[in-house]
């Protein structure tokens, strides 16, 4: 039996692309944005794990133990949770807040990143 041209083999290879992506995980947040219905509101979430993502990597650039992630408990504002993993202070920010830390540390290379928090 041939199996070139399509046929099954394309059947195949669509199976298990379907399989991997039904495994991968999904982070809450984006398990939130994939269920609501308000258009600005997935904007808004979708600008806040972009954001949460460059403030992991800002810290991690600057070897700072800092844990960011989405909160999502008040649907109407959501906001970025910041934790120092090394004392337990926790912070929250906005979108605008998030945003100018970040311009605040690109600016300011170098500098210690614990006082953030």
Partial sequence: ???GAGGLQALIAQE??????????KTPAEQELIQTEDPELRKQIYQLNKAAER????????????????KLKDKKKPRISARDRRTGAE???????????????????????????
């Fill in 1 to 3: 039996m041939k199996i």
């Fill in 16 to 25: 298990a692309a379907k399989a991997v992506e039904a495994k991968t995980v």
């Fill in 55 to 70: 403030m992991r990597k800002a810290a991690e650039m600057f070897n700072q133990p800092l844990e960011f992630k989405v």
């Fill in 91 to 117: 912070k929250d920010y906005t979108l605008q807040e998030a945003e100018a830390w970040l311009e605040e540390v690109k600016e300011n290379r170098g500098r210690v990143l614990n006082g953030y928090v």
